[in-house]
């Protein structure tokens, strides 16, 4: 589902705020201060051919095997998607103390901070607090919430230092990975236990992240067995609220974790892996606590978050054209928010089959299966029917790659065919055609279809806002939730991806999403609720009565200017046009859509080798305005100098948002918490491998 008034813009989007919350003190920037920020990057000293001391060459960055794609390991350079990777050197660069942070480097990603432990992420519009058109797997574990169709982002605290890549697709990947890949998959895949041997402890501190650290001890145990277990801790400060005070939104997080991967002969390799968190955050949410006026109320709360998972993969070798994984995991989630608790367990088993047939054909095909059940505890302002529930997924999928002219010309046919509890069956095909012009460039196009499926939200009241009725009447604004369709988009794409030279490549991506049956907000005939107070009920429900079109171009370039110093800048664009159905009464969907995502995005990301013991990071990212929020474009500079003392120990001093004292990024009106500015800060680190 997507952005919406009422309660679908009140719970996926958080809950109605009638007050104007909003900082008109703060600055505009425009596309000068990112060429300030280009020109900070700049080195000092004359360009000459020194000892390569930066890692990988372009070459290697395009061979690097990814897998959400077609769930079977390709090439980067010849992979038909708009696909980007973070890899763990891009991650050891960063200075990013989280994974939201982290997914600002992908062109094309909306990536905006609401509080201390609130993001909004989302790809190719339809940002919002919990953006709902965007699937995140960690390992194969989809972390994307049947609750209200989005991402908790504060709960994904895996280890920075175990992340092996993040593979970013733009646009649909329904095909592969099922509903809710509208438009996009985040896919975060973590080192093998043989790759993190030995004592790794890292710790830290600085003005908004507080104390931060890790203990890992990775061994073996016999001849064909890994494993490692490690502990993280963080404690972030609280950020300023738009008035500059306290914004009372500081949050602590625990957290234990362990794998084991295990090879039984030749053909067969054993990985079980699993992760446990506890912690709590604060923050200030407007809610309706009864009928009587004043309301909402502004309240200041702290929530409880915990939860674990243990999940197990067996890969299986059949013969040198045939293997098959199956993968089956448990998640345990637990949330005491302020308006509603929620217990979560789900379980899900996967079967997948890679096969080549002879020379031309290679095929991927799998069954899935998920049960998913919860609990909710309700209160005034939000009350689920049923409390309780569970919910199952069946699931299949099959995608044949055909070789029409081998090693030149590829036509790729998928689709998925889903089973759940709202809609019933949906299928979601896809079919690309790749050119590979030569080893160097590769030409893609593709069509697809997605769908976006509903929630829980579709079986809760939630009341939203009370106004002053005739006669002293209080009357209620109130969200009810009634059967929905799925959304649907045919996403069609147009890419080209080269290695222009052995120190240049680029990215290249064009699209065109035609969007149907998104979610509206219909206004209802008022009725009278005679509980006490007695009182007017104005019902907002969904509909699906928009529909529209978005499309834009991303563009991202690796360029090694000299051996010691390596430039990433990237740009993308953006345009959504919605229209309403003629029965639709909705005024106020349309423009909160298309004003809460920027037109344009850039990067420029910098990394300098100043010796073999110092480097020098820099990175900074231009966001256009949003109109629907009335938040300015602004550019955040982050930069980080690392000294290796030895080969095991290195040392880190890290600046954040370095242009503004204080800028906001994200406001959307209808969301419940209450949104603090993102500070100028700073850290330090060091890491100890041994």
Do not use: C
Not at 58 to 75: A, F, G, P, Q, R
Not at 408 to 414: A, W
Not at 560 to 581: D, E, Y
């Amino acid at each position: 589902m997507s952005n919406r008034t009422g309660l679908v813009g009140g719970l996926s989007h958080g809950l109605f705020i009638s007050a104007d919350r909003k900082a008109p003190w703060i600055p505009r920037h425009s596309y000068l201060s990112l060429l300030l920020a280009m020109f900070l990057t700049v080195p000092a000293w004359p360009q000459q051919k020194t000892t390569d001391l930066t890692g990988r060459s372009i070459e290697d960055l395009m061979n690097i095997e990814v897998t959400s794609v077609s769930k079977k390991e390709e090439k980067l350079s010849r992979t038909a998607a708009a696909i980007f990777v973070i890899t763990a050197e891009d991650i050891r660069r960063s200075g990013a103390t989280n994974i939201p942070d982290l997914l600002r480097m992908a062109p094309g990603l909306d990536v905006a901070q609401i509080n201390g432990s609130s993001w909004a992420v989302s790809s190719r519009g339809f940002n919002n607090q919990v953006a709902n058109k965007l699937l995140v797997l960690i390992d194969g574990r989809t972390v994307y919430s049947p609750l209200f169709n989005g991402v908790f982002w504060d709960v994904q605290e895996v280890p920075l230092e175990n992340i092996e890549r993040i593979e970013v697709i733009r646009g649909p990947g329904a095909a592969i990975w099922g509903a809710n890949a509208v438009n996009g998959v985040i896919n975060i895949i973590s080192k093998k236990s043989a790759d993190t041997q030995g004592f790794l402890v890292t710790g830290g501190g600085g003005t908004h992240d507080g104390e931060f650290g890790t203990a890992q001890y990775g061994g073996k145990l016999g001849l064909n067995t890994t494993f490692r277990a490690d502990s993280t801790n963080a404690n972030n400060n609280h950020l300023a609220n738009l008035v500059g005070q306290n914004g009372d939104d500081g949050w602590d997080v625990y957290r234990v974790g362990f794998r084991a991967d295990s090879k039984f002969g030749t053909k067969d390799s054993l990985t079980v892996q699993g992760d446990g968190y506890n912690g709590s955050e604060g923050e200030v949410v407007s809610t309706v606590t009864s009928v009587v006026l004043p309301q909402p109320q502004v309240l200041n709360l702290r929530q409880n978050i915990g939860g674990w998972d243990i999940l197990s993969r067996w890969d299986r070798a059949i013969s040198p054209s045939s293997q098959t994984t199956l993968q089956v995991y448990f998640d345990r989630t637990n949330r005491g928010d302020a308006n509603y608790g929620e217990g979560r367990n789900t379980f899900d088993i996967d079967f997948q089959h890679h096969i080549a047939w002879g020379s031309r054909q290679d095929l991927v095909w799998g069954l899935g299966f998920r049960d998913t059940s919860d609990n909710i505890r309700g209160s005034f302002r939000v009350m689920f029917t049923p409390p309780a529930e569970t919910d199952l997924l069946f699931s299949s999928f099959a995608q044949d790659e055909i070789a029409i002219v081998p090693s030149r010309l590829y036509l790729t046919l998928g689709a998925r065919l889903e089973h759940n509890h709202f809609t019933g069956f949906g299928i979601q095909p896809d079919a690309t055609i790749t050119w590979l012009a030569n080893d160097k460039n590769t030409f893609w196009t593709s069509i697809s279809s997605a769908l976006g499926t509903p929630s829980r939200e579709v079986e809760v009241r939630a009341n939203q806002q009370v106004l002053p009725g005739p006669g002293g009447m209080p009357i209620l604004v109130s969200f009810f939730g009634v059967p929905e369709r799925n959304e649907n988009v045919l996403a069609t794409e147009i890419g080209y991806r080269t290695q222009i030279s052995q120190d240049l490549s680029l990215d290249l991506t064009g699209f065109y999403d035609s969007y149907s049956n998104i979610i509206s907000s219909e206004q209802g005939p008022p009725f009278v609720e005679f509980t006490p107070p007695l009182h007017l009920v104005l019902p907002i429900t969904p509909g699906n009565l928009l529909h529209g079109e978005g499309h834009g171009a991303e563009m991202f370039l690796n360029w090694k200017v000299i051996s010691r110093w390596t430039l990433s800048p990237g740009f993308s664009f953006l345009r959504l046009h919605l229209h309403v159905a003629p029965t639709s009464n909705d005024t106020t969907t349309v423009p909160s859509v298309e004003g809460s995502s920027p037109r344009e995005q850039a990067q420029l990301r910098s990394h300098i080798e100043l010796s073999k013991r110092w480097a020098w990071d820099a990175s900074a990212y231009f966001v256009g305005r949003l109109p629907a929020e009335r938040i300015p474009s602004y550019t955040r500079l982050d930069t980080s100098l690392t000294w290796r003392a030895s080969d095991g120990l290195s040392f880190r001093l890290v600046g954040q948002n370095l242009l503004l004292d204080h800028h906001l990024e994200f406001d959307d009106p209808s969301q419940i918490v209450v949104s603090s500015l993102i500070k100028r800060s700073a850290y330090a680190e060091f890491t100890w491998h041994y």
